[in-house]
């Protein structure tokens, strides 16, 4: 009998690495020549595919991560962070020339204003997610298309040399900070099989003016669509059929950066467990919601033990 070969990794993460520099309780909106306070700061592992990856680890998958990083102070903390929390980053590049991005975010209640330098993360190219990477894993996961050039016009190929070598895939466009939106969902979402916007996003990128009206014009392309929508929850397209994913209300929210990329952890660890897609999105909009009750985007994703106990006395999740 032909022995099934057993991946080294569950899911291989491909995206963009950098730091957050989180400022909160910001006096007020900033203006040209004026100078105003912040009521406290962290720093922290940012990005949504690095999110991602290390709050999948903390799930209990195993993660590997390959973006570039540059060989500075920035690139040191992201890597330490995600090693930390069990994140493989054997496959992550290096690079000398450039620097290791950062985000400066205001943050304001449950919204934030975004300033990124992508430094290192604009100059990692499709081609380099060789074949033999590919191989080691069961999920590929891609996130942030739009600050990643050397993925303009290629995703769709590495999307379907993953499916080609047996993977599962999944993808999350984020924002586009040049607001165009070039993005050919007739070409890409075929080979994605669980597609993961949210809601301004889904809008922009079919150019409708609802959820329900772009979810009907892309349904035809993709496999499973799921939406983020904030405190309201998320709604989710599978064979045609519409389900509405309750939220874990948080009254208490410390930020929202990274919900959605926790949302897509719980989601993928999930679908990866062989759970139905309805289960796959109540766990997403708790571990979401989770997100939420603390700073930054891994700042609740500490350890399993942590999340159980945070799910249960917050969300009354698995009493
Ligand atoms: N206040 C809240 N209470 C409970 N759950 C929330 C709250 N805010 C967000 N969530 C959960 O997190 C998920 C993702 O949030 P959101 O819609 O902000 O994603 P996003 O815009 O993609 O975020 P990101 O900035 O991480 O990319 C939501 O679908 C919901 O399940
Ligand atoms: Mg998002």
Redesign the pocket.
């Known amino acids: 009998m032909k022995q099934i070969k057993e991946k080294k990794f569950d899911v291989i993460v491909v995206g963009e690495i950098n730091v957050d520099l989180i400022m909160n309780k910001v006096q007020s909106f900033p203006e040209i020549g004026k100078e105003k306070f912040a009521g406290d700061m962290t720093l922290t592992l940012g990005s949504?595919a690095a999110?991602f990856a290390n709050n999948l680890s903390i799930l209990g998958l195993k993660v590997s991560f390959i973006g570039k990083a540059g060989n500075d102070i920035f690139g040191n903390f992201c890597k330490k962070n995600l090693s930390e929390n069990g994140v493989d980053i054997s496959m992550l590049y290096t690079s000398d020339e450039d620097q290791t991005g950062a985000t400066i975010v205001l943050n304001f209640d449950?919204d934030?204003a975004n300033i990124t330098f992508q430094g290192a993360m604009s100059t990692l190219k499709a081609e380099d997610i060789t074949e033999e990477m590919l191989s080691m894993g069961k999920h590929l996961h891609f996130s942030s298309y739009f600050l990643q050039p050397g993925f303009e016009d290629k995703l769709d190929v590495l999307l379907r040399r993953a499916k080609q070598a047996g993977l599962t895939t999944s993808l999350?466009v984020?924002?586009d900070p040049t607001e165009r939106w070039l993005f050919d969902y007739k070409k890409i979402l075929p080979d994605v099989d669980i597609f993961?916007?949210?809601?301004?996003?889904l809008i922009n990128l079919t150019k409708e003016k609802s959820v329900e009206a772009a979810l009907s014009v892309i349904g035809d392309y993709g496999n499973v669509i799921v939406?983020?929508?904030?405190?309201?929850?998320?709604v989710l397209l599978h064979k045609k059929r519409i389900i509405e994913?309750m939220?874990?209300?948080?009254?208490q929210?410390v930020d929202?950066?990274?919900?959605?990329?926790?949302?897509?952890a719980g989601f993928i660890f999930k679908f990866l467990c062989g759970d139905e897609i309805e289960k796959c999105q109540v766990f997403?909009?708790?571990?979401?919601?989770?997100?939420?009750t603390a700073a930054g985007?891994t700042g609740a994703f500490k350890s399993y033990h942590q999340l159980l106990k945070t799910a249960r006395e917050k969300f009354g999740y698995g009493e």
């Open positions: 949504s999110i449950d934030r999350d984020q924002w993961m916007p949210n809601e301004a996003e939406v983020k929508k904030g405190y309201k929850g998320s994913g939220p874990f209300l948080n009254k929210v929202a950066i990274g919900a959605g990329d926790s949302f897509n997403a909009n708790l571990i979401g919601a989770i997100s939420t985007g």
